[in-house]
């Protein structure tokens, strides 16, 4: 995978109970998985949100991968563009001085309208580490369905502000699978290349990575990828590995090592504020309105399409409606938001024409999340660096690709934790309830078990190895398996089916969809560098032959 652009636990002397005040709130998550020396140098508060009445050329809905790909080529194309972001501009900081809320102690900034955390890691040593928090429109948002709960991220960035930043491209071999309908040559020498270049990606050094503390964990799950005879790899990612050095050496504030990431990251993470975001500002053609909702897109007498729009508050409360009017709509929601609102719009009339193809084809990316126990000779490291570098390939064997994740708790914990992206082969789909008034996903939790099933092709080999065992205390109560969620979301207008082979809707000219719901449910690796090369692909084809 060289192309891969990709009982024994215990705190020695700290009780239980202690371990678990200290931590606070429990990452989980880096497994969710711009050169700067502050994380928001770069950031420049928005303009005026769009007033109703308006005509725009361009209306993008959406601020994460597709939708910035999208409004930037759109302007450099000399289009003025308008982008509509449900979330936080997040370009102020709180009263702690910092724009985010730390991984292990999350608060109001954490979660999108819940009065209560839902941690991708519920439990720790057996205690429940969810805690209150009031209702706001925080970064992340765990999205309840049937069986699944989806974590996504809010704000301007989208995905990009809390997901672990490891920039994977698929091994070519894969793609077919992974896209079938998509020329392989045309990805692979233009539009990969090109995305990973915009995102800023770039790897580890490797003697650095052999060396410092902080990736102890990362070298303990090398070794025993390695004694089992699965191939490691180092992943490239979107952190600005000086900034991390500088960290290591205490001449900057922490923010990698200070395990920030689920919940944002101050710092040296380059999310999409500091790569795509900013070259969008520097054009001048570009407005983003933060905390609007699209609720509805439908044909204009006049030629283009009626927007509504609800303008929010930071209690997620509706504070005025406005109708604006565009001449193209790009629908950049992410695949769970674009695919449920154009659900929506084909039940309720506004877009009837919509193919039946629209909801079809979601699925998780074959997320499933475990962890195991160490000896107390493999110690993991009490500082962990939030950014993931490394991998475990058992795709061809086993049908899992793992990321081998941080667990910063800021105390050692003796323990291996690991994100699997499985060949998961289920996929559901969004419909509407009429009775309810909303579009509903028909997953199901037993689903998972292919995605577990493949993860033990890797960890119960390496357990007998290493003479370890799972651990049992990070999902509930004696249960191994993180089964319950995705970080990964894919699919629901997928690319040739809900719309043509560059992302237009049928039925309607002026219509697309540029983001993740256009790939059908797995992409072997993490899917937002696939994401973007898709949208680059598809965004040149849009501007020469459509504007």
């Given at each position: 995978m060289?192309d891969?652009?990709?009982?024994k636990?215990g705190a020695?002397?700290?009780?239980?109970?202690?371990?678990?005040?200290?931590?606070g709130?429990?990452?989980?998550?880096?497994?969710?998985?711009g050169?700067?020396?502050s994380a928001?140098?770069?950031?420049?508060?928005?303009?005026?949100p769009?007033?109703?009445?308006?005509?725009?050329s361009?209306?993008?809905?959406?601020t994460?991968?597709?939708?910035?790909?999208?409004?930037?080529?759109l302007?450099?194309?000399?289009?003025d563009?308008?982008?509509?972001?449900?979330?936080?501009?997040?370009?102020?900081?709180?009263?702690?001085g910092?724009?985010?809320?730390?991984?292990?102690?999350?608060d109001?900034?954490?979660f999108?309208?819940?009065?209560?955390?839902?941690?991708?890691?519920?439990n720790f040593?057996?205690?429940?580490?969810d805690?209150?928090?009031?209702?706001?429109?925080?970064?992340l948002?765990a999205?309840?369905?049937s069986?699944?709960?989806?974590y996504?991220?809010?704000?301007?960035?989208?995905?990009?502000?809390v997901?672990g930043?490891?920039?994977?491209?698929?091994?070519?071999?894969h793609?077919?699978?992974?896209?079938?309908?998509?020329?392989?040559?045309?990805?692979?020498?233009?539009?990969?290349?090109?995305?990973?270049?915009?995102?800023?990606v770039?790897?580890?050094d490797?003697?650095?990575?052999?060396?410092?503390?902080?990736?102890?964990?990362?070298?303990?799950?090398r070794?025993?990828?390695?004694r089992?005879?699965?191939?490691f790899?180092?992943?490239?990612?979107v952190?600005?590995?000086?900034?991390?050095?500088?960290?290591?050496?205490?001449t900057?504030?922490?923010?990698?090592?200070?395990?920030?990431?689920?919940?944002g990251?101050?710092?040296?993470?380059?999310?999409?504020q500091?790569?795509y975001?900013?070259?969008?500002?520097?054009?001048?053609?570009?407005?983003?309105?933060?905390?609007?909702?699209v609720?509805?897109?439908?044909p204009?007498?006049?030629?283009?399409?009626?927007?509504?729009?609800?303008?929010l508050?930071?209690?997620?409360r509706?504070?005025v409606?406005?109708?604006v009017?565009?001449?193209k709509?790009?629908?950049a929601?992410?695949?769970?938001?674009?695919?449920?609102?154009?659900?929506?719009?084909?039940?309720?009339g506004?877009?009837?024409?919509?193919?039946n193809?629209?909801?079809?084809g979601?699925g998780d990316?074959?997320?499933?999340?475990?962890g195991?126990?160490?000896?107390?000779?493999?110690?993991t490291?009490?500082v962990?660096?939030?950014i993931?570098?490394?991998g475990?390939?058992?795709?061809?064997?086993?049908?899992?690709?793992?990321?081998?994740?941080?667990?910063?708790?800021?105390?050692?914990?003796?323990?291996?934790?690991?994100?699997?992206?499985?060949?998961?082969p289920?996929?559901?789909?969004?419909?509407?309830?009429?009775?309810?008034?909303?579009?509903?996903?028909?997953?199901?939790?037993?689903?998972?078990?292919?995605?577990?099933?493949?993860?033990?092709?890797?960890?119960?080999?390496?357990?007998r190895?290493?003479?370890t065992?799972?651990?049992?205390?990070?999902f509930g109560?004696?249960?191994?398996?993180?089964?319950?969620l995705?970080?990964h979301?894919l699919g629901?207008?997928?690319?040739?089916?809900?719309?043509?082979?560059?992302?237009?809707?049928?039925?309607?000219?002026?219509l697309?969809?540029?983001?993740?719901?256009?790939?059908?449910?797995?992409?072997?690796?993490n899917?937002?560098?696939?994401i973007?090369?898709?949208?680059?692909?598809?965004?040149?084809?849009?501007?020469?032959?459509?504007?």
């Open positions: 060289a891969l652009a990709m009982h636990s020695k002397g700290v009780s239980r109970r202690k371990f678990i005040t200290r931590t709130s429990l990452l989980g998550a880096a497994a969710i998985a050169h700067t020396t928001w140098a770069d950031v420049r508060p928005a303009a005026a769009i007033g109703s009445g308006a005509r725009v361009a209306l993008v809905i959406g994460g991968y597709g939708g910035s790909v999208a409004a930037l080529r302007a450099e194309a000399g289009v563009v308008h982008m509509i972001e449900m979330g936080m501009a997040w370009d102020t900081p709180g009263a702690d910092k724009i985010f809320a730390n991984t292990t102690r999350p109001d900034r954490s999108w309208l819940r009065t209560r955390t839902k941690q991708p890691l519920s040593l057996g205690f429940p580490i805690k209150n928090v009031n209702r706001y429109t925080g970064i948002d999205e309840e369905f069986g699944i709960t989806v996504q991220g809010r704000g301007v960035g989208g995905g990009s502000l997901n930043g490891m920039a994977v491209t698929p091994r070519r071999e793609f077919a699978s992974v896209l079938p309908t998509v020329n392989a040559a045309e990805m692979y020498a233009t539009y990969y290349p090109r995305a990973n270049s915009a995102l800023g770039t790897t580890i490797p003697a650095w990575f052999d060396t410092v503390d902080c990736y102890q964990y990362g070298r303990v799950g070794k025993h990828a390695r089992s005879g699965f191939p790899l180092f992943v490239p990612a952190y600005d590995w000086d900034y991390m050095e500088q960290e290591a050496a205490g900057v504030p922490s923010s990698a090592l200070d395990g920030e990431i689920l919940y990251n101050n710092h040296g993470k380059k999310s999409l500091k790569t975001i900013q070259r969008i500002r520097a054009t001048g053609r570009v407005t983003i309105s933060p905390l609007h909702q609720t509805s897109v439908a204009a007498p006049g030629g283009g399409y009626t927007v509504l729009i609800d303008q508050d930071t209690g997620g509706t504070t409606t406005k109708s009017t565009a001449d709509v790009f629908f929601a992410g695949s769970v938001g674009t695919s449920k609102l154009l659900v929506a719009l084909r039940a309720t506004a877009l009837p024409l919509l193919s193809e629209v909801g079809n979601w990316n074959g997320n499933v999340m475990c195991r126990a160490n000896h107390l000779w493999d110690p490291g009490k962990q660096a939030s993931p570098t490394g475990i390939d058992n795709w061809d064997a086993g049908g899992a690709f793992v990321e081998i994740a941080p667990l910063p708790t800021g105390i050692e914990t003796y323990a291996s934790f690991y994100l699997s992206i499985t060949r998961n289920h996929r559901a789909r969004f419909s509407w309830n009429a009775v309810a008034g909303r579009a509903e996903l028909d997953w199901r939790t037993d689903w998972k078990q292919p995605s577990i099933d493949a993860a033990k092709t890797i960890f119960d080999k390496i357990n190895k290493e003479g065992i799972y651990r049992t205390d990070l109560t004696y249960k191994i398996w993180g089964d319950h995705t970080y979301p629901g207008a997928v690319l040739d089916k809900a719309t043509d082979n560059h992302g237009r809707l049928h039925g309607y000219p002026g697309y969809v540029i983001d993740g719901a256009l790939i059908p449910g797995n992409t072997s690796v899917p937002f560098v696939t973007t090369a898709l949208a680059e692909r598809n965004i040149e084809r849009i501007i020469a032959t459509d504007l």
